[in-house]
């Protein structure tokens, strides 16, 4: 394979609520389907590190990681694709959710909103093995783009097309 492209769950106790639960109740749709798992940080980060044990062994000696992931995870999962044979992107591509009109962000979530700001922004991590070169060379680590709407989404935490389709071309 020479681009993994990889929506790990976070390992961050990722409990959906509000929308996501009543989307399940109302039109009776499998919580499986709709991407409800267990989010427990020790169980996920030990899958995560086979995971990418597999990548190292599948991908081509010249090959891509993008990989979607918590920021609290991040020194982590940089530590364990250079002990399989990668080298990391010194910092996180960052996808900011939404769009931005007369100076401000128009997309945000927060649970606690009276304690935290509203999240904007998704973690990107970005590995290569070998000397795979860029299609595009030179593009930002910036990606703006809006997400898809609560109604619109197949699964809990789907991303966008044309998200998907800027980080692989």
Same mark, same amino acid.
């Given at each position: 394979?020479?681009?993994?492209?990889?929506?790990?769950?976070?390992?961050?106790?990722?409990?959906? &609520?509000?929308?996501?639960?009543?989307?399940?109740?109302?039109?009776?749709?499998?919580?499986?389907?709709?991407?409800?798992?267990?989010?427990?940080?020790? &169980?996920? =980060?030990?899958l995560v590190e086979k995971v990418i044990q597999q990548m190292s062994r599948?991908?081509? /000696?010249?090959?891509?990681?993008? =990989?979607?992931?918590?920021?609290?995870?991040?020194?982590?999962?940089?530590g364990v694709f250079q002990e399989n044979g990668f080298d990391v992107y010194n910092k996180p591509i960052t996808w900011i959710r939404?769009?931005?009109? =007369?100076?401000?962000?128009?997309?945000?979530?927060?649970?606690?909103?009276?304690?935290?700001?509203?999240?904007?922004?998704?973690?990107?991590?970005?590995?290569?093995?070998?000397?795979?070169?860029?299609?595009?060379?030179?593009? /930002?680590?910036?990606?703006?783009?809006?997400?898809?709407?609560?109604? &619109?989404?197949?699964?809990?935490?789907?991303? /966008?097309? /044309?998200?998907?389709?800027?980080?692989?071309?």
């Amino acid at each position: 394979c020479g681009i993994f492209l990889t929506d790990i769950p976070y390992g961050i106790d990722y409990k959906p &609520e509000g929308d996501a639960l009543d989307k399940a109740k109302n039109k009776d749709i499998s919580k499986k389907i709709l991407g409800f798992y267990e989010d427990k940080p020790a &169980e996920i =980060m030990s899958l995560v590190e086979k995971v990418i044990q597999q990548m190292s062994r599948l991908g081509r /000696p010249n090959c891509f990681v993008y =990989m979607f992931c918590a920021f609290r995870h991040w020194n982590y999962l940089v530590g364990v694709f250079q002990e399989n044979g990668f080298d990391v992107y010194n910092k996180p591509i960052t996808w900011i959710r939404g769009s931005f009109a =007369m100076g401000r962000f128009l997309s945000g979530i927060c649970r606690l909103p009276a304690r935290w700001p509203a999240s904007s922004s998704d973690c990107i991590l970005f590995a290569s093995r070998g000397n795979a070169a860029l299609a595009k060379q030179g593009q /930002p680590d910036v990606i703006l783009c809006s997400p898809i709407t609560t109604t &619109e989404k197949v699964h809990i935490v789907q991303r /966008p097309l /044309p998200l998907l389709t800027e980080l692989i071309s």
